[in-house]
Each structure stands twice: as structure tokens, then as C-alpha cells.
């Protein structure tokens, strides 16, 4: 699987940004795709994940603030992110892999189930 997340960029605290990952060669009938982020100095965290299997899944710290959705296509999956906070900046990247790789929803967001990973885009939130 091949992956490329785009619309990071540089925003005020408060405002709102919305990050697309694309991707080509899905094999299976459902993949869980979830977004991912990494600040300097820190650890790469999940954000959020979207599956038929699993649903979604928000981390508590954007929950209420973040959406995942996918397009029409099924091959793109967005992630809108309002009432952005300073603590919010970090690199974003889009990752996959067989929602059957997860037996239940809780670990959709532990970067160790996946494999294909998107370069990353870079959001910068300023206050």
C-alpha cells in the first residue's frame, strides 16, 4: 500500500485545518487507516482510526476537536481538525494495514500494527 497525506500547513490556535491521505494498492476489503502524529523530541502517537471492522477510534486528546471520515472513493480518508492548540503541531502521517490485524478496537492506534506509512505533512499551529 502506498500512501500520501497532503493539507498540512501553518495555522493561529483556534483555527482549523483538514489533512487528505491517499492511497493505492489496497488488497484487502478493509483496511484500517489512521492517522498518526509526532512532534520533536516526542513519540509517535495515534490520533485517530477509521475501519468497517473497528469503527472509529479518536485519541482523548483530540476527541470532540478532530474528525476522521472517508471520501467517496474509499481509497481517501480525511481528518478535519478544529479548535487547533499549540500542542497540536507536529508532523501528521497516514498509515494502514488489514483491520483483521487488530482483534478488538483497542489497539487501532498503537503504531506497531503498521507496516505502510505515508511521508507525513507538517502542521505548525501558532499561538
Known amino acids: 500500500v502506498q500512501l500520501v497525506e497532503s493539507g498540512g500547513g501553518l495555522v493561529q490556535a483556534g483555527g482549523s485545518l483538514r489533512l487528505t491521505c491517499t492511497g493505492s494498492?489496497?488488497?484487502?476489503?478493509?483496511?484500517?487507516v489512521t492517522w498518526f502524529r509526532q512532534a520533536p523530541g516526542k513519540e509517535r502517537e495515534g490520533v485517530s482510526s477509521?475501519?468497517?471492522?473497528?469503527?472509529?477510534t479518536y485519541a482523548d486528546s483530540v476527541k470532540g476537536r478532530f474528525t476522521i471520515s472517508r471520501g467517496s472513493a474509499k481509497n481517501t480518508t480525511y481528518l478535519s481538525m478544529n479548535s487547533l492548540k499549540p500542542d497540536d503541531t507536529a508532523v501528521y502521517y497516514c498509515?494502514?494495514?488489514?483491520?483483521?490485524?487488530?482483534?478488538?478496537?483497542?489497539?487501532?492506534?498503537?503504531?506497531?500494527?503498521?507496516?505502510?506509512w505515508g511521508p507525513g505533512t507538517q502542521v505548525t499551529v501558532s499561538s
Open positions: 498509515a494502514a494495514t488489514t483491520a483483521s490485524t487488530f482483534k478488538v478496537a483497542d489497539f487501532v492506534l498503537d503504531r506497531r500494527g503498521y507496516n505502510d
Open positions: 494498492g489496497f488488497t484487502s476489503d478493509d483496511y484500517a
Open positions: 477509521i475501519s468497517t471492522k473497528h469503527g472509529i
